[in-house]
C-alpha cells in the first residue's frame, strides 16, 4: 500500500546536513567541552577517593538515611564491586548518572515549576515529555553521536532525555497538588507570588519532587547499557563486552553491579524523600 510518497527521510537528512549542523555546530562543540570537563572532573573525583573511604561514607550514608539494612546491604555491595574488580567501571557509570541526573534536574525542575504555575506552557510540555519517553531510546542515540561525538557527552545527552521526563512531571503535579485551602491562607496573609512558590509551594512538594529524582536516578542507570553503544565508559561497556563475546560470566558481573548501584541509590533517595515529609 504506497499511495504517496512522504521523503520524511531525505528531507530530515537535508535539513540537518545543509542547516542545522552549520548553524549550530559551534554552540554543540562549546556544550561538548562544559559537559566533558563536568563528566571528567566527577569521575576523576570519584576515582581519587579511596575505596575504603568511599565505602565508610556511602555506608554511613545509609545508614542515617535508610537503617542498618540498608547500611549492611551497601558494605555488602560495595565490597562485591571491588572484590570482582569492577570499582573503577562502577564509578565511571556512576558519574554519567551523577551528570545525567544534575542536568535532569536543573533543567527538569524548572520546567516542571513553569508547568504548573501556567496551563499553556504545561500544555507545549507535556506532548514534549510524552515523545521523549516513548521515542525508542536507540534513534535519539543518532542524533547524540552526530552532534556530541562518541563518548561520555553523548550519553549524557542521551541519558537525559530518557530520564528527564520524570523531574518534570513530577514537580507540576507536586505544585499542583498542594491543597488550594493553603494556597488561600497563604495569599490571605499578604504572600506575594515569590514567596507563595518557594515557601510554601515547593517545600510541600518536596516529597513528590524527591519521587521525581529517584525515577530520574533509576532511568539513567537504566541506560547504562545502551550508553555504552555510543563510547559511555563503565559496567554498561562491561556487559556490551560480555554479550559480544558471549560470555555469560563477565555479563553476570556486569549486570550484578549495575543491580548493586540501583537499589543503594534508589534506597538513599527514598530515605531522602521520607525525611521531607
Request: proline residues 5%; charged residues 10%.
Given at each position: 500500500?504506497?499511495?504517496?510518497?512522504?521523503?520524511?527521510?531525505?528531507?530530515?537528512?537535508?535539513?540537518?546536513?545543509?542547516?542545522?549542523?552549520?548553524?549550530?555546530?559551534?554552540?554543540?562543540?562549546?556544550?561538548?567541552?562544559?559537559?566533558?570537563?563536568?563528566?571528567?572532573?566527577?569521575?576523576?573525583?570519584?576515582?581519587?577517593?579511596?575505596?575504603?573511604?568511599?565505602?565508610?561514607?556511602?555506608?554511613?550514608?545509609?545508614?542515617?538515611?535508610?537503617?542498618?539494612?540498608?547500611?549492611?546491604f551497601t558494605l555488602i555491595g560495595m565490597l562485591y564491586l571491588g572484590s570482582v574488580d569492577i570499582w573503577e567501571e562502577s564509578m565511571n557509570t556512576l558519574s554519567i548518572v551523577i551528570v545525567s541526573?544534575?542536568?535532569?534536574?536543573?533543567?527538569?525542575?524548572?520546567?516542571?515549576?513553569?508547568?504548573?504555575?501556567?496551563?499553556?506552557?504545561?500544555?507545549?510540555?507535556?506532548?514534549?515529555?510524552?515523545?521523549?519517553?516513548?521515542?525508542?531510546?536507540?534513534?535519539?542515540?543518532?542524533?547524540?553521536?552526530?552532534?556530541?561525538?562518541?563518548?561520555?557527552?553523548?550519553?549524557?545527552?542521551?541519558?537525559?532525555?530518557?530520564?528527564?521526563?520524570?523531574?518534570?512531571?513530577?514537580?507540576?503535579?507536586?505544585?499542583?497538588?498542594?491543597?488550594?485551602?493553603?494556597?488561600?491562607?497563604?495569599?490571605?496573609?499578604?504572600?506575594?507570588?515569590?514567596?507563595?512558590?518557594?515557601?510554601?509551594?515547593?517545600?510541600?512538594?518536596?516529597?513528590?519532587?524527591?519521587?521525581?529524582?529517584?525515577?530520574?536516578?533509576?532511568?539513567?542507570?537504566?541506560?547504562?547499557?545502551?550508553?555504552?553503544?555510543?563510547?559511555?565508559?563503565?559496567?554498561?561497556?562491561?556487559?556490551?563486552?560480555?554479550?559480544?563475546?558471549?560470555?555469560?560470566?563477565?555479563?553476570?558481573?556486569?549486570?550484578?553491579?549495575?543491580?548493586?548501584?540501583?537499589?543503594?541509590?534508589?534506597?538513599?533517595?527514598?530515605?531522602?524523600?521520607?525525611?521531607?515529609?
Open positions: 500500500m504506497n499511495y504517496f510518497y512522504f521523503p520524511l527521510e531525505q528531507w530530515t537528512n537535508t535539513f540537518v546536513n545543509e542547516w542545522f549542523l552549520p548553524t549550530f555546530s559551534s554552540a554543540f562543540e562549546s556544550i561538548s567541552v562544559v559537559l566533558n570537563s563536568f563528566v571528567d572532573f566527577v569521575t576523576n573525583t570519584l576515582l581519587f577517593i579511596p575505596a575504603e573511604l568511599f565505602t565508610l561514607i556511602l555506608v554511613l550514608i545509609a545508614w542515617r538515611l535508610g537503617g542498618k539494612g540498608l547500611a549492611f541526573t544534575f542536568v535532569s534536574l536543573v533543567i527538569g525542575i524548572p520546567v516542571g515549576i513553569f508547568s504548573a504555575m501556567n496551563n499553556k506552557v504545561q500544555a507545549i510540555v507535556r506532548p514534549t515529555l510524552d515523545f521523549m519517553q516513548t521515542l525508542p531510546s536507540f534513534v535519539y542515540l543518532i542524533p547524540a553521536v552526530l552532534l556530541f561525538g562518541l563518548g561520555g557527552v553523548s550519553a549524557v545527552i542521551a541519558t537525559f532525555i530518557f530520564a528527564a521526563p520524570p523531574a518534570v512531571r513530577m514537580t507540576n503535579l507536586g505544585i499542583r497538588h498542594v491543597p488550594k485551602e493553603v494556597i488561600e491562607a497563604s495569599k490571605a496573609f499578604g504572600s506575594t507570588s515569590k514567596q507563595l512558590l518557594f515557601k510554601v509551594q515547593l517545600p510541600l512538594a518536596v516529597p513528590s519532587i524527591m519521587a521525581g529524582v529517584n525515577q530520574t536516578i533509576m532511568l539513567s542507570l537504566s541506560m547504562a547499557v545502551i550508553a555504552s553503544m555510543i563510547g559511555a565508559p563503565g559496567l554498561g561497556a562491561t556487559v556490551l563486552t560480555s554479550i559480544s563475546r558471549v560470555n555469560i560470566g563477565l555479563g553476570l558481573v556486569g549486570g550484578l553491579g549495575i543491580v548493586v548501584l540501583a537499589i543503594i541509590l534508589d534506597r538513599i533517595t527514598q530515605g531522602i524523600g521520607q525525611n521531607t515529609k
